[in-house]
Structure formats: C-alpha cells, structure tokens
C-alpha cells in the first residue's frame, strides 16, 4: 500500500512539472555557449555562469558548454567565474522570446587577484536557431513609440495590415499569447488584445514557419510577455487620453422611433406582430 501511494505522489509531482514547462513555453528565451582557455583554447569544465541579478546560473560540462533556460526576455550581464581565472562579464546580452543568445567566454589565467574583466556581447546578423519570420519589440523601444496599444505595434511590422492581418489572414486566424495563455473572444475568435503597453517586456511577431508548440493558428502568432515586479521598487503608469466630442454610438441613433430599442414600443406593425406572438 504504501508503495502505491509514493507511485501516485511522484507521478502528481511529475504531472504538475510538466504542466509548469508548458506554461513558460514561449515566454522566455535561453543563454548558451563555451568557456574556453584564453592561451590555449582548451574547454574548461566546472565554470560557473551566472546571470546578475538573478537567481539562474549553471556550471559548464567537460567540454566547456554552458545553457541557461527559462530566462525572461530583456538585457542582461552574463559572468563567468572559476578559481585560478580573471571574472569575466559580458554585458548587453539581449534575450528574446523563444530564441537563443550565444554567448561565448575566453578565461586568463590569473595568480594574484586581478579586477574582472567587461566585454560586449556581440549581435550577430543571422541568427542560427531561427527558421522563422520573426520580429521582436523590446519595451525600451516600446516607451519611445507614439503608440498607445499592442495592435498598433503590431501593425508597424513588415507582412502585416491594419486589424492584425497577417500575410493575408485575419485576425480570427492568429494566435494571440500573453504570457504563454491564449487570449481570444470564443463568440467571434477574434484575439483580446486590450493589453496596456507599460506592462509589456517585449512583442514578438511570428509570420510563417511555427514552432510545433503552438496550434490553432494560421497566419500568425503575436507573443506578449509582461514585466515582472521589482523586489525593491514600486512603479507605475498613468495614461492621459483625450479626444473630440462626437457620438458615443455608430449607426442609427439609438432614441431615433426606428431603432431596434424604440421600434417595438412604437412602431404599431412591430407593435402588433409582438401582441400577437405573445397572444
């Protein structure tokens, strides 16, 4: 009996891992690369490579290969560290949303104690683990736009038309994601996008080619991952808006004796049918 119960109890352990893994899938990105011997170009196993900041970091394998997963999109300063070696850090190391950034760190040896030392990551062109059309908006250039919601981000984007229309289909046919849950109207299928700007981290634009981890989509995914709070600060945002009179309603006016409020009530042909039905 008692077996059973531990069996039940690892395979809900499991159960709830898993779920966790597909909740973060497409919210974050990874760190990966080698820590070599600056001298002789040798791998160098057991090095640690942290995130600053943060809590994640792994130590390198034998071969000197380093991955750090589930890291929020944004910038970071990635530090390699190993006794008998100078710190190194690599600053501006930009992740983004289901990509990976390659980050490589060459070590000198040192015998005394030396200050560490600061390079910049380098951004390459082409990136090797993208085979999609994908465009990522990162929230400082987010803050500079005269924008006012996702959809217009959205829309600046090569490929696509005014109401989220991407490469030729229609809203109804993309995927709307915030933080790895699907937003989307069930009467119409249409995407909720009434997500407000200061608390996007970064957009990500797919237009063709998707990841086996998303469905129902045909034309596009539009990926919004949201800020974490500060453990130290608090911030916010205030919105001003303002904007002409005009007519709080489309169409006929809704206190014209022909609207679908009034006619009922004083349209004798209505009127009567109504009587009669209810008669």
């Known amino acids: 009996m008692l077996h059973k119960i531990i069996r039940r109890l690892m395979l809900g352990c499991l159960f709830f891992c898993l779920l966790a893994a597909l909740a973060r899938a497409g919210t974050s990105g990874k760190i990966a690369g080698r820590v070599t011997d600056k001298t002789s ?3 160098l196993p057991s090095v640690n490579v942290t995130i600053e ?26 530090k390699a560290s190993l006794i008998g070696y ?9 992740v983004r949303i289901d990509q990976t950034s390659t980050v490589n760190f060459a070590m000198a040896e040192e015998a005394v104690a030396s200050g560490e030392i600061t390079v910049i990551a380098e951004r390459k062109v082409v990136k090797e683990d993208v085979s999609t059309s994908v465009a990522a908006v990162s929230s400082e250039e987010v803050e500079v736009l005269p924008l006012t919601n996702v959809t217009e981000v959205v829309n600046l984007q090569a490929g696509v038309e005014s109401g989220l229309v991407i490469r030729g289909g229609g809203a109804e046919e993309a995927l709307f994601e915030v933080d790895g ?9 249409q995407p909720i996008t009434g997500i407000p700007l ?82």
């Open 86 to 94: 100078r710190n190194v850090v690599v600053s501006e190391v930009r």
């Open 198 to 279: 200061s608390a996007v981290q970064e957009i990500s634009i797919e237009r063709g080619g998707f990841n086996a981890e998303y469905g129902q989509v045909r034309s596009g995914i539009v990926n919004v991952v949201t800020k974490e709070g500060s453990k130290t600060d608090y911030n916010g945002t205030v919105t001003l808006r303002y904007s002409p009179p005009a007519a709080k309603y489309f169409g006929i006016s809704p206190f014209d004796p022909n609207s679908m409020w009034l006619r009922p009530y004083l349209d004798p042909t209505v009127d009567g049918n109504e009587k009669r039905r209810m008669g």
């Open 181 to 189: 849950v699907t937003l989307r109207d069930p009467r119409n299928n």
């Open 53 to 78: 900041g943060t809590t994640l970091g792994v130590a390198s394998t034998i071969d000197g290969y380093f991955t750090i997963l589930n890291v929020s999109p944004g910038i970071y300063k990635v």
């Open 41 to 43: 170009g040798e791998p």
